[in-house]
């Protein structure tokens, strides 16, 4: 259970930090609306990172027991549980399909 705690939260801190950094940097550049800048960046790019399945490689690479910089490696650049479009596995099914209509 110790194991899966510290899973989880490196998997959320590891998320949620780089999407505040992006808010900040992007704020740095407009002061007069920084705190705007900060928020909207942060939540769309928290938004992206959930989508893209980061928190679930972070978890899954904390659990394996990988050292911080693999973690983060496999976390943002692997390909494995990355989402798929289901009809696009075939790219000559794909291409029948819709240029065809």
């Not at 939540?43 to 659990?63: E, H, K, N, Q, S």
């Amino acid at each position: 259970m110790e194991i899966k705690m510290k899973a989880f939260v490196i998997s959320i801190f590891w998320s949620i930090l780089p999407c505040f950094l992006a808010g900040v940097i992007v704020g740095a550049f407009f002061l007069s609306a920084f705190w705007y800048c900060l928020i909207g960046i942060a939540v769309l790019a928290f938004f992206y990172c959930c989508l893209d399945r980061i928190p679930v490689r972070l978890f899954a690479g904390t659990m394996r027991g990988l050292s911080l910089w693999p973690l983060l490696k496999y976390g943002y650049a692997s390909t494995d549980k990355r989402p798929v479009n289901c009809c696009c596995n075939n790219w000559w099914l794909w291409r029948h399909w819709f240029y065809n209509r």
